[in-house]
């Protein structure tokens, strides 16, 4: 991750290998199995991270709230990083890179069969290959970014904006326009390339994505599969409707 490129990426949440493939083929950077949302089960993650990988994109998976086991677990199957969400705390955040980094740096176990992907070397080559990116999702962990961003281990943020704004009491279809979620994202911003770590944002629209780039956000993902899938089916079955109508 020390190129300066922006990384692109996108989530998927249909639990399919097959998705996968298409995803990768097109040329995301990242694509991010969504553990916590959807009904993806880990055999299937497991399959779903290895077609990714040999497609050439990196798979990451997000894991439930508060759950170091998770973190280790998804790592073992192949992933190469971990979003983590809500994390408020430097204590969560401390449990989740012991789980993340072999030791010295953690406390993570060694097991797996990544050494049959990846080489013998798999766990010298771990603590610095994979990611963990903890979500700064509540005001709460916003205030407390330092110490959690100064953490060895943690490798960057996640920021989910809509989350964000519900923990500010902010309406969520309005937020972009208020002063207080802007500066506490610009914070989450400042706090983590002072930390030399990477700062990476969720965005909705191509121009959410260029303006989250303009924020100083260094891996930003633009929506999901299931939004292609419908959002583009909606559109062209409203098109199809207007020709069969005769309009």
Known sequence: MSDARIKIGIWQNIPQ???????AQMGWDWIILDLQHFPMNWETAYECIHTIRTCGARPLVRTAIGAP???????DLGAGGVVVPMVNTVETARALARAAKYPPLGGRSLGGDNFLHYGADYPEKATTDTLLLVQLEHIEG??????ILGLPGVDGCFVGPVDLALSMGIDRHTYEQHPEHRAAMRRIVEVTLAAAKLPCCNTYSPEDFAAKREAGFRAIT???DMDLLVGGGRELLGRLEKIAAGR
């Open 17 to 23: 290998p097959m998705v996968s493939r298409y995803l």
């Open 69 to 75: 086991a998770e973190v280790e677990k998804a790592l």
């Open 142 to 147: 916003v205030n407390k970014a330092e110490g």
């Open 222 to 224: 633009l929506r999901s």
